[in-house]
């Protein structure tokens, strides 16, 4: 019998019995009080209603089971897998190293895995999105089942948390806004290109019967409809449908497609590859060219580190990189063909004309093991990448005229290709943290003069000394260029 019912009756007896002249005195009955058992059931079900509420845990609209508070004071952990299919993202966990990974709109991010939470907390390396390390925890194993931070994983994506004594904790991705649109004919293949601002999970369907190609984009802004064209499609359109955002193609007979994502910063891009189903798609990576430029060299030494110096190290590591990449059926080419031999800037951007990938390799002594810096053909956005880059360029004037000047010259003639090396920024420092366990120390667009000739195509990269000299890093490169390569000519 409930707390209100039990009242209730009581207080009909109590009447019957005052009409009966019969009425026993409240204060008589305090210790067995109705009122007060049903005022503390109250209290008690307010109590444990809160206790649960905060146990609870809401992710864009749809609860998520397994949140616990208790393996950290004041810091929430969820089910790995439960986080990860109410973001969106495909998570993955490799035991035998230790690491978790979530890939969400072609962004990774990866925890390093522990047994406690204060193991997981005490590295600040232990979360990175696309190989930089950002604010959190790692994840943690309790009896087999993956704990990962709440709040960490959710800033990583763009998310935001929302909690008030005695709710859920809730987690809202923002919606994404579909900043542009291309459908492109080339020879042999159409391609649709999609780019967001933001991040947001996708589903794409193929209906055989109808020959026909759906891409559902969820939580995404409203759009105008509007149709598309291709050689080998009989018709497509971008429409609204029902809260989420459709790309619908009819496929023209005996075709097939293709798709993939690229990472961009604070979004990402969709692209999608309609081709006939005959054709045979010869190997991308057979027609691709790599430079690869060895920093310093000659009479430029760089820094020195006992008897060996920066240009005998990056020299060493290009060579060996080399022998590799042909090894695997690549087109390499160095800048540098001797150690001793002295090129000026201008020498090294020139040989990067026509290359799919230029990479020139530097070296930095105020880097630690397993750190990195990645630099991308762009304007500088702050006057200490400026200075940096007019250092790099050797020579550059650091006045406003000369740098407006070298501004121009970088920029105006190069802007088709300048996304390219941000996208392969972001891509190779997501392989060597994969393949590596390297962090980002810094990534960010400079007007290097060395990666002018490339279009944009290419990035210069910065490692420890100790790193350039590691055997196992030209094998890590190797594997990582490789699979750059083959993700953007798919």
């Known amino acids: 019998m409930s707390g209100v019912s039990f009242?209730?009756?009581?207080?009909g007896r109590e009447e019957e019995k005052r009409r009966r002249g019969r009425f026993i005195s409240s204060s008589s009955l305090a210790p067995f009080s109705p009122l007060l058992f049903y005022l503390v059931f109250i209290f008690f079900l307010t109590?444990?209603?809160?206790?649960?509420?905060?146990?609870?845990l809401i992710v864009n609209g749809s609860d998520v089971a397994g949140m616990t508070t208790t393996l950290m004071s004041g810091t929430a952990y969820a089910p790995a897998l439960a986080l990860a299919?109410?973001?969106?993202?495909?998570?993955?966990y490799d035991a035998e190293g230790s690491l978790a990974t979530l890939e969400y709109a072609s962004h990774l991010l990866t925890l390093e895995v522990y047994n406690s939470a204060g193991e997981a907390s005490a590295n600040p390396q232990a979360l990175q999105l696309d190989g930089r390390a950002v604010a959190g925890s790692g994840a943690v194993n309790v009896e087999g089942t993956l704990y990962i931070p709440v709040k960490a994983v959710t800033t990583a994506f763009g998310g935001s948390l929302y909690y008030a004594e005695g709710q859920p904790l809730t987690v809202v991705f923002p919606r994404a806004t579909l900043r542009d649109v291309e459908a492109i004919s080339l020879q042999g293949y159409d391609r649709f290109v999609l780019d967001f601002d933001g991040l947001t999970p996708y589903q794409i369907y193929f209906n055989q019967v109808a020959n026909t190609v759906q891409v559902r984009f969820e939580r995404l802004n409203p759009i105008q409809a509007r149709g598309l064209?291709?050689?080998?499609?009989?018709?497509a359109v971008?429409?609204?449908?029902?809260?989420y955002v459709d790309l619908v193609l009819r496929l023209e007979p005996e075709t097939s497609f293709e798709s993939y994502t690229a990472p961009r910063t604070g979004g990402f891009s969709f692209v999608l590859d309609i081709f006939p189903a005959?054709?045979?798609?010869?190997?991308?990576?057979?027609?691709?060219?790599?430079?690869i430029d060895a920093g310093h060299g000659g009479s430029d030494e760089g820094f020195t580190l006992g008897e060996s110096s920066e240009g005998e190290?990056?020299?060493?590591?290009?060579?060996?990189?080399?022998?590799?990449?042909?090894?695997a059926g690549l087109s390499s080419d160095l800048t540098r063909t001797a150690g001793n031999l002295t090129l000026s800037v201008g020498e090294r951007s020139q040989q990067g004309i026509g290359a799919s990938f230029y990479l020139s390799l530097h070296g930095a002594d105020d880097l630690a093991p397993g750190q990195l810096n990645i630099y991308y053909l762009s304007e500088a956005s702050s006057s200490e990448g400026l200075d940096l880059a007019i250092r790099?360029?050797?020579?550059?004037?650091?006045?406003?005229?000369?740098?407006?000047?070298?501004?121009?010259?970088?920029?105006?003639?190069?802007?088709?290709?300048?996304?390219q090396g941000e996208t392969y920024a972001n891509a190779i420092a997501r392989e060597l943290s994969t393949l590596g366990g390297y962090t980002v120390n810094t990534l960010t667009g400079l007007p290097l003069k060395t990666l002018e000739g490339a279009a944009g195509r290419g990035v210069l990269m910065e490692f420890s000394p100790s790193n350039l000299a590691d055997p196992a890093l030209a094998e890590q490169l190797a594997a990582a260029i490789r699979a750059v390569l083959a993700e953007e000519t798919q």
């Not at 064209?229 to 018709?235: C, K, M, P």
């Not at 190290?313 to 090894?327: E, I, P």
Request: proline fraction near 2%; glycine fraction near 6%.
């Open 7 to 11: 009242w209730m009756l009581q207080c």
């Open 47 to 56: 109590l444990t209603s809160s206790t649960l509420a905060q146990q609870r």
């Open 85 to 92: 299919e109410a973001v969106g993202a495909t998570f993955s």
């Open 229 to 235: 064209s291709g050689d080998y499609i009989s018709n």
């Open 238 to 243: 971008l429409q609204q449908t029902q809260g």
């Open 278 to 291: 005959t054709a045979q798609r010869e190997d991308p990576l057979a027609t691709s060219t790599v430079v």
């Open 313 to 327: 190290l990056t020299f060493a590591l290009a060579s060996t990189l080399n022998t590799v990449l042909r090894g």
């Open 392 to 419: 790099e360029n050797a020579g550059a004037a650091l006045d406003q005229q000369g740098t407006e000047v070298m501004r121009r010259r970088l920029l105006l003639n190069l802007v088709p290709d300048l996304a």
